[in-house]
Structures are given as structure tokens and as C-alpha cells.
């Protein structure tokens, strides 16, 4: 058995023992959600427009991991509209900043591992990197938008009476604890996957203008930034919506 299997069904065990029925279902949407990128994979590969293979891989992404991990309709409702706004507008804002950045393909560092394969492949490598920075924003978004709904959501819950602005300040409250949990956890997610390579540079005397010259290292720093951008706009929408939805309610009562 490989060490990914079995790793695998280690986590699978501890999912169903933590987590009952809906650690199985965590799980299974983990599963899914493999599935789905691993699709994604082929489909670019034959020829599909990589952009929008990986928008409408990502709707789907959204809706397992959000549906999949909430048992609350009414929350998994707000934060899935509110992932999808965000969606959209880190495609409009990923599009040109990864064009003017110039960071597609692999770095020079990447040079001797690659050096046996042929890259004329027909590839759209610029479409590939814009694919590639708006999935990997799905994961922070998602976690950020249930985490607002579902945090407000009890607070409306526990407090029937609050009004509209009492709402926006509870979620620019939750707001904050959850940018620096994600803002860390992107910081150190990013240090830790390069962190060879940053020591390879230092033993090279490399100066800090070579890093902000190096592909992967500006690669990576823009994954974390608009990561950090999707997050924080999906505080601030997620949190509209919820407010949005609590007055329409009270006006339905009124009426």
C-alpha cells in the first residue's frame, strides 16, 4: 500500500469517528470534489477552453464543498450566492493582472525537471495560470462565506430583534477573526510549499531582487493576495446578503 493510501483511509477513519455521519459526508465531498479536478484536467487537455472549464468546474466545487458541509439550507443558500458573486469578480480581476504579470509557464528554477519533455504541447499556458489562481481561491471563499453565514445567522437567531446595522457590525466582528486566520494560513501555506526552494536561493547568495523576478515566488505571492482579496469580498457580500435577506423576511411579516 502507498503512503497516499494510506493516508487516505486514515483520514477517512478519522472524519467517521470525529465527525459521525457528516464526517462521511465531508469526506465524499472531498472525494467529489478530486473528481471533479481530475476532470477538469482532461477536459483542458482535449482542447476545451481552460477559462471556462475551470469557471464551471468551480461552480460545482462551490456547490459540494458549501451543500456538502452546511446542513442549513437557508445559510448554504446566502454563502452560495455570495461565492458565486466572488467568483465572478476575481475572473474579471485575475484575467488581466496574471496577463500584465507575465508568470505563465515554468521558471527557470523548474528548468532541470522539465528539460527531458517536450513543451510544445498546443497549450494555452496563460489560460492555465488564470485557471489555476481562480481554483485556487475556491477553498478560502467557501470557508469564509459559511463561516459568516453561519456566525451571523446564530446571532440573528439569538437576538430576533437586532437591526440592520447591529447585523453589518457582527459580520465585519466575524469578518475580522476570520482574515487573520485565512490570511496566516495562506502566508504560511505558500512559505512552507516553497520553502526549498527559498533556501536553495539563500545558499545561492540570490539578493531580494532576484525573488521579485523569480516566477514562482510572484506566482505564488499573487495566489496568496488574491486569495486575500476574494476572502475579504466575501465578508463584506456574504454579510450584505444575510441583512438583505433578514429585511425582505421582516418585510413579508409586515405585510
Known amino acids: 500500500m502507498s503512503a497516499i493510501s494510506l493516508l487516505t483511509l486514515i ?28 476532470t477538469v484536467v482532461i477536459l483542458i487537455t482535449g482542447g476545451l477552453p481552460p477559462i471556462w472549464v475551470s469557471f464551471f468546474a468551480g461552480i460545482c ?48 528554477e523548474q528548468s532541470e525537471t522539465i528539460e527531458a519533455f517536450d513543451l510544445l504541447i498546443g497549450a494555452d499556458f496563460e489560460a492555465i495560470l488564470i485557471s489555476t489562481t481562480v481554483l485556487s481561491t475556491l477553498g478560502a471563499i467557501a470557508e469564509a462565506a459559511i463561516a459568516v453565514a453561519s456566525g451571523l445567522n446564530e446571532v440573528i437567531e439569538q437576538k430576533p430583534g437586532i437591526t440592520l446595522p447591529e447585523v453589518f457590525k457582527s459580520g465585519k466582528m466575524i469578518g475580522f477573526q476570520i482574515m487573520g486566520m485565512t490570511f496566516n494560513t495562506l502566508f504560511f501555506g505558500m512559505f512552507g510549499s516553497d520553502l526549498a526552494l527559498f533556501i536553495l536561493l539563500y545558499k545561492l547568495d540570490a539578493d531580494f531582487s532576484y525573488y521579485l523576478n523569480s516566477k514562482i515566488f510572484v506566482k505564488e505571492c499573487l495566489a496568496v493576495l488574491f486569495s486575500s482579496v476574494a476572502v475579504i469580498l466575501v465578508i463584506w457580500i456574504t454579510t450584505y446578503l444575510v441583512g438583505k435577506n433578514l429585511n425582505e423576511h421582516r418585510q413579508k411579516i409586515d405585510n
Open 11 to 38: 483520514l477517512a477513519f478519522l472524519m467517521v469517528v470525529v465527525g459521525g455521519r457528516k464526517g462521511i459526508t465531508a469526506f465524499l465531498s472531498v472525494v467529489f470534489n478530486f473528481v471533479i479536478l481530475f
Open 61 to 108: 466545487i462551490l456547490g459540494i464543498t458549501i451543500y456538502m458541509g452546511n446542513s442549513d439550507e437557508k445559510t448554504s443558500n446566502i454563502a452560495f450566492k455570495a461565492t458565486l458573486i466572488v467568483l465572478a469578480v476575481m475572473l474579471l480581476l485575475i484575467i488581466p493582472f496574471d496577463h500584465f504579470a507575465q508568470i505563465k509557464g515554468f521558471a527557470s
